[in-house]
């Protein structure tokens, strides 16, 4: 046998089992998924066991008014905490990429910070940060507790970090003399930055506020420590609903998340395909 021909079994034989472990992977990945969403639709009350098609705990869990609240709260902290991190960690990307100050190594050092340390860790940071803000704020007369406010600000926290780091990938691709035209044609600052800096980034704007609302929508180490009454996000619930036991209301929960974040993530990419789209025919013509 020629070595041309055993270098091609070879070959062959890899490509087989870099198949067989690439599909062992996804089964590993994916598998537990799938069934998670297939038992959603049980008719039966027992979680292993399969008692027919039925979409009844759906409806269970859209009327038990726990879970609707809990929706609710996990939606507001999400909005408000991605426009206000989206915001400024644009705002915070540019600085650091455009600008030399005193300071900027290290503020540059500590936006990894949330991205690196444990969740567990800046739970309790934020935890005993809040509760030393209340000590002082009451001794001056308002009394402020843990609840949606604290939630929204703990995931702003981290969330300006991973904002920040994709708006700044963005940046480095930047052709600074896009803006420098913009100038000799005698736009201003601000109309620089609306009309040429602004749309160019606005890919990594974009995903940065994708990431920092679908990491939003599924915190819970961090939720759990400083959230208070009435203040309860959807993790939060569906952790301390498992620990009494799986039910079927929980894997219909769990698979509404699942379709609202696959759809938030089709969306992006249906916008963005859209402006490349665009771009691209304004390019040829």
Partial sequence: MS???????????????????????F??????????????????????IWGGFSVSWYGEALRNDAITSAIRVSLIV?????????VIGTALALALHRHRFRGRRALDGTVYLPIVIPDITMAVMLLVFF???????????????LGITTVT???????????CVVVRARLDQFDRTLEEAAR?????????????????????????????????????????????????????????SIRRGVTPELNAISTLMLAASMTIVLAALAVQRRRASSSQQAQIL
């Avoid at 600000?153 to 904002?163: D, P, Q, R």
């Fill in 184 to 240: 000799d044609l005698y736009a201003t600052a601000w109309q620089t930055f609306r009309r040429v800096t602004l749309p160019l980034i606005m890919p990594g704007i974009a995903a940065g506020g994708l990431l920092a609302l679908t990491l939003s929508l599924d915190d819970l180490v961090i939720s759990a420590f400083v959230s208070g009454p009435g203040s309860t996000t959807l993790p939060v619930y569906v952790f301390g």
């Fill in 78 to 86: 999400a909005a408000a905490s991605t426009a206000v991190s989206v």
């Fill in 3 to 25: 070595e041309a021909a055993v270098e091609t079994g070879l070959g062959q034989r890899t490509r087989r089992g870099m198949a067989v472990w690439a599909g062992a992977v």
């Fill in 153 to 163: 600000l703990s995931h702003v926290a981290f969330n300006i970090s991973f904002v």
């Fill in 27 to 48: 089964a590993f990945l994916y598998v537990p998924i799938i069934v998670l969403v297939i038992f959603s639709f049980n008719a039966s009350s027992q979680v292993n």
């Fill in 131 to 145: 509760a030393e803000a209340f000590k002082l704020i009451d001794s001056f007369g308002p009394r402020y507790t």
